[in-house]
């Protein structure tokens, strides 16, 4: 089974930016879609962006589109989210996540990473 282990979080203060790096234990994993989730404490997790396996077609949550970029790099066996101009409602742990469709519910998607801390100060 796919293994993923996200990179990348950290504090960045307000307009600033971030990337996050999801890694895949396996080649399979160019199989996948790829979608990255957030939690916010006391929220529950949302989705925040999602990335086709067949031809890399990308869907962003209404927050962060303009802002966010995913992408996946199946060589590498990683998916990427860059994330810019970064509001302090974006501080959550961000979590990578396979699926077999690229669908906005996290029921969906049987594998996930252990999460990332990503934290935006105002």
């Known amino acids: 089974q796919v293994q993923l282990v996200e990179s990348g979080g950290g504090l960045v203060q307000a307009g600033g930016s971030l990337r996050l790096s999801c890694a895949a234990s396996?080649?399979?994993?160019?199989?996948?879609?790829m979608a990255w989730f957030r939690q916010a404490p006391g929220k529950e997790r949302e989705f925040v962006a999602a990335?086709?396996?067949?031809?890399?077609?990308?869907y962003y949550v209404d927050s962060v589109k303009g802002r966010f970029t995913i992408s996946r790099d199946n060589a590498k066996n990683t998916v990427s989210l860059q994330m810019n101009s970064l509001k302090p409602e974006d501080t959550a742990v961000y979590y990578c996540?396979?699926?077999?469709?690229?669908?906005?519910?996290?029921?969906?998607?049987?594998?996930w990473g252990q999460g990332t801390q990503v934290t935006v100060s105002s």
């Open positions: 990335i086709n396996w067949s031809d890399s077609s990308t």
């Open positions: 396996r080649r399979t994993f160019m199989r996948y879609s």
């Open positions: 996540a396979a699926g077999n469709s690229m669908v906005t519910t996290t029921s969906q998607y049987d594998i």
